[in-house]
């Protein structure tokens, strides 16, 4: 059973930037593991963020809307799986989950009813 661990998230003011975390709890991330973020706003459904796909040599996708402003990477490890989030805007305020599934094809990428591990979640507010 695969345990993710999510921590960083806070309070910013906009243009700030925070670093979430996604820790795989006492293991490490298989080859063929896919990790994501997630968030969900208030009132909202659940959104796709990024995703590491690791079965096309580990490269990265984002919703075309966050290109430049977040990155997804994971440490040399592969126990953690971060989400850097840049300038960041009150539209960026969500849970965001971090989800991993070992199984997943690159079609499925952007949706959250395809992974079988989630977090718990962490809050990230962007107010003034």
């Known amino acids: 059973q695969l345990q993710l661990v999510e921590s960083g998230g806070g309070s910013v003011q906009p243009g700030g930037s925070l670093r979430l975390s996604c820790a795989a709890s006492?293991?490490?991330?298989?080859?063929?593991?896919?990790v994501a973020w997630f968030r969900q706003p208030p009132g909202k459904e659940r959104e796709f963020v990024a995703a590491?796909?690791?079965?096309?040599?580990?490269?990265?996708y984002y919703d075309d809307s966050l290109k430049g402003r977040f990155t997804i990477s994971s440490d040399n490890a592969k126990t953690t799986v971060f989400l850097q989030m840049n300038s960041l805007k009150p539209e960026d305020t969500a849970v965001y989950y971090c989800a991993a599934d070992r199984r997943l094809i690159l079609s499925s990428l952007r949706f959250p009813n395809e992974y079988d591990y989630w977090g718990q979640g962490t809050q990230v507010t962007v107010s003034s």
């Open positions: 590491i796909f690791r079965r096309n040599a580990g490269r990265t």
């Open positions: 006492g293991r490490t991330f298989s080859s063929d593991t896919t």
